[in-house]
């Protein structure tokens, strides 16, 4: 693994260990599928868990640290230069009907700037990490943004009402964790989204920064109804002209 700072192994180690109730419980997900009494009060304890085990797992080795998380909102401890944002299952939909395709994403905020994120999809094994000047890896190897400059060949991400056509391929995953992360590897070319919580972005933020995309300005004092436009550099002003008006 190449080097990484104390925060971000925290984080991994508390992802893993999350992640172990998160797969176990998806398990259980496609037996609740057929039951009368369907998976949603599940999927809202698993949330409530996962977010639970991340929390105290981070609050171990950094207990005055303040936290921003999903279910419980901010919690404003000793420390409040140094927050984490803390998002245990994005892609709740998916989770509920049994798609595979969903994270737990970590985020450290210090000041008001990213320094660590972390997206972890336990069903492939997939972690994304990222540093401040230290580069964007999926599982310990380095990833960049897609090099591709014609809009023709390139596939990009949103979710939500799209209220014109589009003269360019999108699709929609359900995870907008995922969708930064798949980004910052080259899977997607660009990423653009209105009305989300700054759990849903704070690690993708970083992991496309750090692979070399571009992200408009975000306001991280702001922890919902965010907008976002993310992509390479090659294909930002072709997706900005675009999608003008969006």
Not at 1 to 8: E, R, T, V
Not at 215 to 229: F, M, P, R, S
Request: aromatic share 8%; hydrophobic share 40%.
């Amino acid at each position: 693994m190449n080097s990484i700072s104390a925060n971000l192994n925290l984080m991994i180690k508390a992802c893993e260990k999350a992640s172990k109730i998160l797969i176990r419980d998806f398990g259980e997900i496609e037996k609740l599928q057929v039951s009368k009494k369907g998976p949603s009060d599940f999927v809202t304890n698993s949330d409530l868990k996962t977010e639970r085990i991340i929390i105290e797992e981070l609050s171990k080795g950094r207990p005055d640290y303040s936290i921003i998380s999903e279910e419980n909102g901010v919690t404003n401890n000793k420390d409040s230069k140094n927050t984490w944002i803390i998002d245990p299952i994005d892609g709740t939909i998916n989770f509920l009907h049994g798609v595979p395709h969903f994270a737990t994403s970590i985020a450290l905020k210090h000041n008001n700037e990213i320094v660590s994120g972390l997206i972890f999809d336990p069903i492939k094994d997939e972690m994304f990490y990222a540093e401040k000047n230290n580069g964007a890896y999926l599982n310990n190897k380095r990833i960049r943004v897609s090099k591709k400059n014609n809009m023709k060949e390139c596939l990009f991400a949103t979710s939500g009402v799209i209220e014109k056509k589009m003269e360019f391929s999108f699709r929609k995953s359900g995870s907008a964790a995922l969708d930064m992360a798949y980004i910052a590897c080259g899977r997607f070319d660009g990423y653009f989204q209105k009305n989300l919580n700054l759990w849903d972005i704070a690690a993708g933020l970083i992991l496309v920064e750090e692979a070399g995309g571009i992200i408009n300005k975000i306001d991280l004092n702001n922890y919902q109804e965010l907008k976002i436009i993310a992509s390479s550099p090659n294909i930002n002003s072709k997706l900005m002209d675009k999608i003008s008006n969006f």
